[in-house]
């Protein structure tokens, strides 16, 4: 079963940077995707950044591209979500998702991931 646990939220004034953390266990194959998804009270759950592990390959949501990256450590157990120049649209949880194999198709869903974290809160001020 795999187990996901993120890190790394907080506050901060916009323009600031935060980076998050997701560590990753009970994977049986080095294949795999993981992703970033956001969810801001009274919206839906959507689609921040993921990373194809095999073949290497990264999404963007389009309001995030230059600013987010998302990038794992050499040992691919813990997946980061770099984020620069933030601003108070960017204040949700943030919650780290896994999927065996390749990413979900389309990847910005919620559906089709098969493990999620608990989430953690990141509040940009202005």
């Known amino acids: 079963q795999v187990q996901l646990v993120e890190s790394g939220g907080g506050s901060v004034q916009a323009g600031g940077s935060l980076r998050l953390s997701c560590a990753a266990s009970?994977?049986?194959?080095?294949?795999?995707?993981m992703g970033w998804f956001r969810q801001a009270p009274g919206k839906e759950r959507e689609g921040v950044a993921a990373l194809q592990t095999a073949p290497g390959r990264v999404y963007y949501a389009d309001s995030v591209k230059g600013r987010f990256t998302i990038s794992q450590d050499n040992t691919k157990t813990t997946v980061y979500l770099q984020m620069n120049s933030l601003n108070p649209e960017d204040t949700a949880m943030y919650y780290c998702?896994?999927?065996?194999?390749?990413?979900?198709?389309?990847?910005?869903?919620?559906?089709?991931?098969?493990?999620w974290g608990q989430g953690t809160q990141v509040t940009v001020s202005s």
């Open positions: 998702a896994a999927d065996r194999g390749f990413c979900p198709s389309p990847w910005y869903s919620r559906v089709g991931w098969d493990s």
């Open positions: 009970g994977f049986t194959s080095s294949s795999r995707c």
